[in-house]
C-alpha cells in the first residue's frame, strides 16, 4: 500500500541552523513559562563548557523544550523531533532549528545531521527517552548512546528536569500549575574525557544521570498539587488492579482511581500520593504500582505466554501534511514481535512486520489529539503508522512494556547462547 505518488518528508534535507530572526521569538515563548514556573537550573561541572556538545535531556512534558531553550541561552541548538511535531508547520520547525526523526528507527541519515549540527559549532539536543515518560520515571535509553556520542569527540552534557511530569502528566495533559520546578544542567563528559572511556562506560554514566522519579521528587520538596482531576486519566498507566489482579477494568476521574471488577478505590493525594479507601493500600507510589504490571508482562514473556490481538484502524504519516487513513485491519504482538495486517477502502492489502530485536521499545499514545483514542506508533525509515485498537479491552501501556521485556528477553537469551558458545570453544 506504498503509494508512490504521495511525497514523503524530506530527511536527508540539511538542518538549518536557527535563523536568527526566529530566536527571539524563541526565547519570547519560552522565558515567560519558565520564570512562572520559578524554574531553578542549577549547574554541574560546567566551567569552560562551550559548543559545539551534544545535551541529552529528559523527556516529561512539553515544556522541556522551553526550559531547555533558558539552560542553553543565548547558543542556538538543533533539535531532534518526531515528525508529527511538524505537522502542518514545517517550515517554521526547519527554520527554528528543528531535525525531524521516526522515532525508534535505526537511522543513519541522523547521524550525518548531528555532525552537521556540531560541525557548525552549534549544541546538538537529544531526548534519548523518545517519547514523554509515562509516570515519571526514566524511560529506556537505547544501547547505541553511547557509541554515538563517543563518535562525535565533544562534550556530553545532560539535563535532568524536575517536575514538568507533576505539572502535565502525560496520561493528562491538563497543566497543574506546579512551581519551584528544577532542572541539573551537567557535563557528564569533556572532549578529553571521552577518548579513554569506552561507549559501554558512557552508556553507564549516562544511566546513572537520567535517574529520576518524578513522584519522589515532589514528595521530597513537598509539592502540593489542588487540581480536583488530579487522578482523572491514571488508569491508562495502571491499567491492572493489584487488589483482585483484573486487568482494563480500571477507571479514573476527580482524585480516585479504582477497580470496576472489585470495586476498590485509591485516592490520589495532593502530594502525589495513593491511598486505599478500605482496606490495604498495595502501592502508594504510582511508579511502584507500574513497575509490578511491568513484573507481571514479564513473566508472560518469560514463560512464552504474552500474546495481543485486536482488530484496528490505521493512519499514516509519510510527511508534514495530514494523516492518511489506510484502512482496518488486525494488529498481532506476541513473541515473535509486532504484525499487521491491514486492507483499505479498494481492497489493497498491508503488511507491517517489526520483529522483537528490531524494538527496544515503541511510543504509544493516550487519547491522540484528543478525538482518536489510545494508540501505538510504528515507524519505518519513510512513513508512520498510527494504529489504533477497537476492541473494548487493552492497554497500550501493557503493549510498551511488552515491547520492552520481549527485546530484554530476546537479549539476554542472545547472551546466554554466545556465552555457551564461547566457553564450548
Given amino acids: 500500500m506504498e503509494d508512490d505518488k504521495i511525497k514523503r518528508f524530506d530527511m536527508v534535507k540539511k538542518p538549518v541552523r536557527q535563523k536568527w530572526f526566529l530566536m527571539p521569538i524563541i526565547w519570547g515563548l519560552s522565558f515567560p513559562e519558565v520564570f512562572s514556573h520559578k524554574t531553578k537550573i542549577e549547574r554541574v561541572n560546567t566551567e569552560g563548557l562551550k559548543p ?16 531547555t531553550t533558558a539552560a542553553i541561552f543565548p547558543r542556538r541548538a538543533n533539535y531532534v523531533v518526531a515528525i508529527d511535531g511538524f505537522i502542518g508547520r514545517e517550515w517554521l520547525l526547519r527554520n527554528a532549528g528543528c531535525i525531524c526523526k521516526r522515532k525508534f528507527t535505526s537511522d543513519l541519515i541522523l547521524i550525518r545531521q548531528l555532525k552537521r549540527v556540531l560541525d557548525n559549532g552549534d549544541i546538538a539536543v537529544i531526548y534519548p527517552e523518545a517519547r514523554y515518560s509515562l509516570c515519571g520515571t526514566t ?56 577518548e579513554s572511556v569506552t561507549p559501554e562506560e558512557i552508556n553507564a554514566r549516562i544511566r546513572e544521570a537520567f535517574v529520576y522519579d518524578e513522584y519522589r521528587w515532589q514528595k521530597e520538596k513537598g509539592i502540593k498539587v489542588t487540581y480536583k482531576d488530579r487522578a482523572k486519566g491514571l488508569h491508562k498507566v495502571l491499567y491492572q ?12 476521574s476527580g482524585d480516585t482511581i479504582a477497580c470496576s471488577a472489585c470495586g476498590k478505590e485509591w485516592t490520589l493525594s495532593e502530594y502525589g500520593e495513593l491511598a486505599a479507601k478500605e482496606g490495604s493500600t498495595e502501592f502508594s507510589h504510582i511508579p511502584d504500582w507500574y513497575e509490578w504490571e511491568r513484573a507481571n508482562v514479564r513473566r508472560l514473556v518469560e514463560a512464552g505466554d504474552y500474546f495481543f490481538e485486536s482488530p484496528v484502524r490505521v493512519k499514516s504519516l509519510p510527511n508534514a501534511k495530514k494523516f492518511i487513513d489506510i484502512g482496518e485491519g488486525v494488529l498481532r504482538h506476541d513473541m515473535n514481535g509486532f504484525e499487521l495486517h491491514c486492507e483499505n477502502a479498494e481492497g489493497e492489502q498491508f503488511e507491517m512486520i517489526k520483529t522483537v530485536p528490531s524494538l527496544y521499545s515503541c511510543h504509544i499514545e493516550y487519547e491522540y489529539l484528543g478525538k482518536f483514542g489510545d494508540c501505538i506508533d510504528l515507524n519505518t525509515l519513510t512513513d508512520t503508522y498510527y494504529i489504533y485498537p477497537t476492541s473494548e479491552e487493552f492497554s497500550v501501556t501493557k503493549i510498551a512494556l511488552a515491547t520492552e521485556e520481549l527485546y530484554n528477553h530476546y537479549m539476554s537469551n542472545l547472551k546466554k547462547t554466545k556465552s555457551k558458545e564461547e566457553q564450548s570453544i
Fill in 52 to 67: 559545539p556538545y551534544i545535551l541529552l535531556c529528559n523527556h516529561n512534558a512539553f515544556i522541556d523544550f522551553k526550559v
Fill in 139 to 194: 524511560a529506556v535509553l537505547p544501547d547505541s548512546l553511547g557509541r554515538m556520542v563517543k563518535m562525535f569527540k565533544v562534550p556530553v552534557v545532560s539535563l535532568i528536569m524536575h517536575g514538568h511530569h507533576i505539572d502535565s502528566p502525560f496520561w493528562n495533559l491538563k497543566k497543574r500549575g506546579v512551581k519551584n520546578t528544577e532542572a541539573v544542567f551537567t557535563q557528564l563528559y569533556t572532549k578529553e574525557e571521552l
Fill in 241 to 252: 488492579c493489584p487488589n483482585c489482579q483484573t486487568e482494563y477494568k480500571m477507571h479514573s
